[in-house]
């Protein structure tokens, strides 16, 4: 099972890389040795945030597709403690879809965000979906593995 969470935690962050791969170009490669939040304040610089920003969808789209995969196959088998953590992480990638999609439709296309608190928000919340997403795919992709 080791390997197996590996390749797909692997699959889920060149997903997610991809995702990042056209914003993270604008600040060239220089870029990526900064730390997140100032990686993120240059991207700001560039008026591309709100592309990245986007990524909170993505994730959230794929939790949300592990899970109904999981809620098909295998739920009527699952303990009382997964099914529970199943429904918690259902409706965490739900709240950071809807967060998600209302940032970056009120984030400003192809220029800077001028109050850093906002854009410090859109950073948490960015590090929060990924967080949920990638608990979500080990968790889902474990359950699968052994209820499969």
Known sequence: ????????????????????FPTLHTVGISGLSL????????????????????????????????????????????????????????IGNILALGSGLVCFLGLPPHSPVVDLNWLQLNYMLILVASAIGLVTEVTISAANHVYG
């Open 35 to 90: 730390n997140p939040y100032q990686e993120a304040l240059a991207v700001n610089q560039t008026g591309q945030y709100r592309d990245l920003v986007f990524v909170i969808v993505v994730v959230s789209v794929l939790g949300i597709s592990v899970i109904i995969d999981f809620l098909f196959v295998h739920f009527a088998q699952a303990n009382q403690a997964l099914k529970a953590a199943v429904i918690f992480l259902m």
């Open 1 to 20: 099972m080791f390997w197996y969470l590996c390749i797909r935690i692997v699959l889920w962050l060149v997903g997610v890389g991809i995702a990042l």
